[in-house]
């Protein structure tokens, strides 16, 4: 059971790694980098601004379809059942 725990612990410490360093960088990018002179050396580690809006949009018409497509799963299964 120690060892369960201390694996759970770990990757709960990678997903709030990889949490913070995403939400960082996206915050650096959309908030600081438009005022930084364009020919600056940063702007080599990061995507055109476009797609600060493009890839979050993206991602969250990705997880509605996901989600649609769950519970509408799960609806004809529990009709199903009943039937």
């Known amino acids: 059971m120690i ?10 410490m990678h997903e709030m ?3 913070i360093s995403t ?3 996206y915050t650096f990018w959309v908030i600081i980098l438009p005022f930084v002179d364009s020919d600056h050396f940063v702007h080599q580690y990061f995507l ?3 797609y600060a ?3 979050p ?9 996901f ?3 769950f519970v509408g799963f799960v ?4 009709k199903k059942k009943k039937a």
């Open 17 to 19: 790694r990889i949490g």
């Open 48 to 50: 055109p601004q476009e």
């Open 23 to 25: 939400f960082t960088y």
């Open 75 to 78: 609806m004809l299964k529990s």
């Open 3 to 12: 060892v369960l725990l201390g694996v759970v612990s770990l990757i709960l």
């Open 67 to 69: 989600l649609c497509v």
């Open 53 to 55: 809006i493009l890839v």
């Open 57 to 65: 949009v993206f991602a969250g018409v990705a997880l509605l379809c």
